[in-house]
Structure formats: structure tokens, C-alpha cells
């Protein structure tokens, strides 16, 4: 799991939590890759990233001073400002994305922040933290709760979760008003290609990039959402 | 001295070459940052009668200088269309053409006629090119019989520029080309995508939920070049040239091969501003060679 950082001053101005940019380089592949934004301040903004295909291993083989572009903030992020006293933080591998952000937004509404973040093994973790409390779990028990962060995490009037969809769909399950991070395939990021549909429970298809890609977790549809997004790609 | 980059294309006159194509600028209100100066027009997402859903994510993939896509004309039909987006269209400096779809020659024609002297809708683009359908679309496309049917229902009904947009999935897409201009099209859009597939070797199955999709991006420009050529030679009336044109000279050879004007598309998802960059490459390659108007442009246009 790696942190990029980019000099994005007007991005890093008004991005809030949830919300992504997407990323294009030449050469690179040809669609540009969508990240959430990790952290952001001092004119930068961070991405977290670790090689799942072609665009993402260009993309960690940038160096110091190489120009990509930035496309964003886009997309909806998640919504703080409803009433609440607590919030749970529940993340799953790269979904601890957005936690960041999350964190910094939820403790300006002046919550209490508890940070719940899973993994398959104590390598995959995510080493930073940030919150009141800290739960961590492994699917093999390597390090903190032995089982899935939807299990570990503790309820809260507020829960926002991000991390592979299956995971997302069990904490739809356990918190049906959760807000929740979806993760598709994205061509353009600003609404145009509808490529990347979310099947919602009343019916039809919205967009991940503009609707979303934060939702109510009892509004989407999970059965019908793929689980499993294939990242074998292209050059 | 700037160029004159104005063209006139199947009964439209057009600022310049440069329009964006079907699917890839929506309704002509999502698409950030492109400095419209630039474009010449633009051309809807296809559009039924009724609203319709689309198919199932998994909706796109990217492939090797391309992308797949299976969206199946996602869209909130012909009522939303007139109620929502023809009147921000009637304030525009570029004509709007509205690609049009049916399952059957009747409902082209039914929509020609609802779309008819809509204030707003300059034109339509007849979609007998869609590989993403189950009715209709690419099935029109490939057989000139049909094709020139769906033509003809939509010629009937209106008086406004019909262009009609081309399936590659063809062996000869002059005898289509001949076909459409005989039932009366104004102009041709050359090429829509190619049917691919793309397999997951995690779960063994296509990546698209649809199974296939339609290929467009870079990879498909060669193969579109030559499609827009072939038909160019094919008819009189012109061929609008579409298909992975990602930079000016892209379209430049479209324009070489014989199109008077060309549809950019997937390009606008990578870059917002592709129209313009397009739009600006091919003026500056005007000056620096001298043309004072693309009627100076040469054109590799052999007649048989």
C-alpha cells in the first residue's frame, strides 16, 4: 500500500471526505484511474494505491516531478452533518481510503471517532490511524480482532464503511442507514459514460461518479452489484 | 491569418469539423471544462420513446488503446428529453442532433415525429449501429433492407437533417451506405463501435455482464479510417467520420479519407477538453500548411 502525494492546491481547497479524483497519465493506459482522496492540505492531495493492474503499476512507477492530471474533486462524498454524536469509521483494505478525510470532517462536526479497519493479514493493514479508539482486524487473526471489521466494529449513530463491495454488503446488512464508498469500474468520472452503474433497490441505475460513490447502504442493490472487479487490463 | 474551419454537413452549416459524438457528451450538460468555442455540435445519447434502464454493471472495461462498453442506451426517453434538455439546447450556439433508436422502422419514425420542430432539435442521427441492444439497433444496421426502411420512416416524418449512423459489423458498409442515402439521408456517421469481448480469468466469464460490447478509443481508429473511406466512396452525400480520434491529426486523416466534418468521442473521457484540442490542432496544421479553408484540404477520395 503506497500514499502519493500531488501538488493540486484547488482540489485539496474544497475536496471533502468520500469524494475522489481521477487520475490520467501519458504514457499511461487510456482511461484515467479513479482514487479517493486520502488526505489533503497545504495546497497537496494524497491517494493510496497499491498495484492491482497496468494503470496503477505506471502510475507507482512515477517519480518526483513527473505531471500527471487530476481531474476532480468529483462525485459525492459522505454526509456529515446529519445528528450524531458517534461515528464508526469501518474500512477494508484499500477502502480506508476515504478515512482520513472522514476523520478530520467528523471531528470538525465535533464527533467521537471510532476507527475500525480490516484486513486478510497483519501485512495488509493500513499502519496509520486515526481515531478516539482504534479497532483493528485480520481475517487470519495476525493482528488485532480475529474476523471481518463489519463483526469487530462497535455501533455508532453514524457508520461509514468503504472497502471491497462484498464487505460493504455485509455491513448494509448490520446497518442498513450506513453510508458507504462503492467501488466500480469509471471511464469518464463526471457522469457522461454512464459506465459505471449502481443498481439501486428501487429500480434502475444511478452513476458511482456523480450520485455516488457514497450511498445509503439500504438504497443499493447489492446482489446485483459485482462483487469482484477484475483488474487484469491492458496496456 | 486564422483558417476558416466552417463546414456544411447534410443540410447543417457548422462552425467547424470537430462535433462530439453519441454516448460520450450525454445531453450536452455533464461534461466539464470543454471551452465550447470549439464545438461545432453535438449529438445526444441515443434516445428511445420510453425511458429504459440499461444493462447491468459490469458496464465497461478497458482493453489494449481502447475500452468495451454495453451501457444499452440508458436514458429517460423522449418526453424527458423534449422537457428537460430541448430547451437549454434552443439557447446554444452549436446544433444539437438527437440520436434516435427504436425496435422497429415504425418507432424511428414515431420519434422523428415527436422530435419534430422541437425548438432545440437541429437534426437527427438515426443509431442502426447500437451493438448493445437486444431489438434493434446493430440488427437495422447490417442489413440494407432494414436499414434503409428505418431511413426511409424517419424521412417521412421530418423535414430536419437526417444523418444516419453505421455499423462496422458489416462485409460491405457501401452497400449499406447506398442503401440509407437511396431512402434519403442527408449524411452518414461512420463508424459506431466494434462487437468485442473481453473474458475474466478470475471468475471465467466475460467481464461485461452484457457479454460483449462496443469497442471504440485509439484501437479502432485504422479500422474506422478505412470504414469512413469505403463509405465516403460509396455515396454522395457526406460521411462524418467517427471512430478513436484521440488528437488533431487523428482527425485530420478522416478528413484526408474523404469526411467533411468527424465525431470525436471516447477521447472526451480522458481528456474534457479533447473537442477543443481537436478543434485548435487542426486549425494550427491549417496555418502552418497554408489552407485558408478546408476546402483547401486535400482529400484521398478516389472514385471507382
Redesign the interface.
Same mark, same amino acid.
Given at each position: 500500500m503506497w500514499v502519493l502525494g500531488f501538488a493540486a492546491p484547488d482540489i485539496a481547497a474544497s475536496v471533502k471526505a468520500g469524494q475522489f479524483v481521477n487520475i490520467?497519465m501519458r504514457p499511461g493506459?487510456?482511461?484515467?484511474r479513479p482514487f479517493s482522496v486520502y488526505r489533503a492540505g497545504d495546497d497537496r492531495i494524497e491517494v493510496l494505491l497499491k498495484a492491482v493492474g497496468v494503470?496503477t503499476a505506471q502510475m507507482l512507477a512515477m517519480r518526483e516531478g513527473d505531471v500527471a492530471?487530476c481531474?476532480g474533486p468529483l462525485g459525492r462524498g459522505f454526509d456529515l452533518t446529519l445528528s450524531a454524536k458517534t461515528v464508526s469509521l469501518v474500512s477494508g483494505g484499500l477502502g480506508v481510503a476515504p478515512m482520513p478525510l472522514a476523520a478530520r470532517d467528523a471531528r470538525a462536526a465535533g464527533l467521537q471517532v471510532t476507527w475500525v479497519h480490516g484486513a486478510r493479514t497483519a501485512d495488509e493493514l493500513c499502519s496509520e490511524t486515526e481515531g478516539d479508539e482504534v479497532i483493528l482486524a485480520t481475517d487470519d487473526g495476525s493482528a488485532g480482532f480475529a474476523g471481518t471489521v463489519v463483526a469487530a466494529a462497535p455501533d455508532a449513530d453514524l457508520v461509514l464503511a468503504c472497502g471491497p463491495n462484498r464487505m460493504l454488503a455485509a455491513a448494509a446488512q448490520r446497518w442498513p442507514q450506513a453510508q458507504v464508498a462503492v467501488e466500480?469500474?469509471?471511464?469518464?468520472g463526471?457522469?457522461?459514460? $454512464?459506465?459505471? =452503474? @449502481?443498481?439501486l433497490t428501487r429500480?434502475?441505475?444511478d452513476r458511482a461518479c456523480t450520485e455516488g460513490p457514497v450511498y445509503v447502504a439500504s438504497d443499493v442493490d447489492w446482489p446485483?452489484?459485482?462483487s469482484? $472487479?477484475?483488474y =487484469? @487490463?491492458?496496456? | 491569418m486564422t483558417p476558416d474551419l466552417s463546414v456544411e454537413v447534410g443540410g447543417l452549416k457548422l462552425r467547424g469539423p470537430v462535433l462530439a459524438a453519441s454516448g460520450t457528451f450525454g445531453y450536452g450538460t455533464e461534461v466539464p471544462l470543454l471551452e465550447r468555442r470549439a464545438l461545432a455540435g453535438m449529438v445526444s445519447k441515443g434516445i428511445f420513446l420510453k425511458p429504459r434502464a440499461g444493462t447491468a454493471p459490469s458496464r465497461i472495461v478497458e482493453t489494449p488503446s481502447g475500452m468495451l462498453n454495453a451501457i444499452g442506451l440508458q436514458g429517460p426517453g423522449v418526453d424527458a428529453l423534449i422537457r428537460d434538455y430541448a430547451p437549454k439546447w434552443e439557447a446554444w450556439d452549436f446544433p444539437v442532433l438527437v440520436n434516435i433508436n427504436g425496435e422497429s422502422a415504425s418507432e424511428y419514425g414515431e420519434l422523428a415525429a415527436r422530435l419534430d420542430g422541437v425548438p432545440g432539435v437541429a437534426g437527427f442521427e438515426i443509431n442502426i449501429s447500437c451493438p448493445n441492444v437486444e431489438q434493434g439497433g446493430m440488427y437495422f444496421g447490417n442489413d440494407p433492407r432494414a436499414a434503409a426502411a428505418v431511413t426511409e420512416a424517419v424521412r417521412r416524418r421530418t423535414k430536419l437533417p437526417v444523418w444516419v449512423k453505421l455499423t462496422p459489423m458489416v462485409s460491405d458498409i457501401g452497400v449499406i451506405a447506398r442503401a440509407v442515402e437511396g431512402a434519403g439521408a442527408d449524411a452518414l456517421s461512420a463508424v459506431n463501435t466494434f462487437v468485442g469481448m473481453s473474458m475474466d480469468l478470475h471468475a471465467y466469464q466475460p467481464r461485461l455482464s452484457f457479454r460483449t460490447g462496443g469497442l471504440s478509443g485509439p484501437a479502432i481508429r485504422p479500422l474506422a479510417v478505412h470504414l469512413a473511406h469505403q463509405a465516403a466512396r460509396a455515396v454522395d452525400i457526406p460521411v462524418v467520420g467517427v471512430g478513436g480520434i484521440m488528437r488533431a491529426e487523428d482527425a485530420l486523416e478522416f478528413l484526408v479519407a474523404g469526411c467533411p466534418a468527424v465525431q470525436v468521442g471516447t477521447a472526451t473521457f480522458v481528456n474534457p477538453n479533447a473537442i477543443a484540442d481537436v478543434h485548435d490542432g487542426i486549425a494550427e496544421f491549417m496555418a502552418r500548411k497554408g489552407f485558408a479553408s478546408l476546402d483547401e484540404l486535400p482529400r484521398y477520395l478516389p472514385r471507382d
Open positions: 490520467g493506459p487510456l482511461l484515467r494503470g492530471s481531474l466500480t469500474y469509471m471511464g469518464c463526471t457522469g457522461v459514460c $454512464l459506465g459505471c =452503474a @449502481v443498481p429500480g434502475g441505475y446485483a452489484l459485482p469482484h $472487479l477484475s =487484469a @487490463v491492458s496496456a | -
